[in-house]
């Protein structure tokens, strides 16, 4: 793995965002190993306020205030979806329109760590919205641009898994096979908000893996 000083994407004296490799989890868990939380705030010799979350297994843009104002600033962004979440993922190719939107209600079993999607609302379900695109066709494999209008947990992989289209390596939402090094192809590609303390816009995008079928992607289409 790379460097912390590697992952950096962004920092200044109110926030501080990472390139998160696949397989790191994102703050410290009952597995006791290293998390991007941790290490960030080793880095920045400071402690840091986690602001969102990204599955061990997915790469991307992983974003952490350093005061309390910054933090209030982004948690009110996230929690009025003002804030535009951009992630790319690798499913199974299928006839499906090139442009769509899932819209599914959530409940999560914390048990199972499991989230369900279904259909129609239930009681206790939580709404979940995404739009997706098709950006590209590989080997039996499509790269889909998916914007996230709410946040769930597992929101990615419960819909997409629950349309058909479970994301590559990620058996536990349907795919049929697991990726060798244990990681999903889902990556979070750009999130867009306004600077908590200067109001400007805000755009930071993580460099795609390396590995896999994410070397195939045409990058002029993203």
């Known amino acids: 793995m790379k460097k912390i000083s590697e992952l950096i994407l962004f920092k200044d004296h109110h926030l501080l965002a990472l390139d998160k490799p696949a397989g790191l989890p994102a703050q410290d868990d009952k597995t006791g190993d290293p998390s991007a939380h941790r290490m960030a705030m080793a880095y ?7 602001i969102h979350r ?7 843009v992983l974003l952490f205030a350093k005061t309390k104002q910054a933090a209030a600033s982004l948690s009110t962004q996230w929690q009025d979806h003002s804030i535009t979440k951009i992630y790319l993922g690798i499913v199974p190719e299928a006839d499906i329109p090139a442009k769509g939107e899932l819209v ?13 999607a279904h259909t129609e609302p239930i009681a206790g379900a939580d709404e979940a919205r995404m739009t997706y695109e098709v950006v590209q066709h590989l080997d039996h494999f499509m790269l889909l641009r998916i914007q996230l209008i709410t946040g769930r947990k597992h929101q990615i992989r419960a819909q997409l898994g629950a349309y058909g289209l479970p994301l590559r390596g990620d058996i536990k939402y349907g ?6 090094d244990g990681t999903i192809d889902l990556h979070a590609y750009k999130l867009q908000f306004k600077h908590p303390s200067r109001g400007t816009d805000m755009i930071l995008t993580a460099p795609l893996p390396e590995e896999g079928l994410w070397a195939h992607i045409d990058k002029t289409k993203l």
């Open 44 to 50: 920045a010799h400071r402690d840091l306020y986690i």
């Open 54 to 60: 990204l599955d061990r297994r997915v790469s991307g």
């Open 104 to 116: 599914h209600y959530l409940t999560y079993d914390a048990h199972k760590n499991m989230t369900y």
């Open 175 to 180: 795919s049929k096979r697991t990726n060798p």
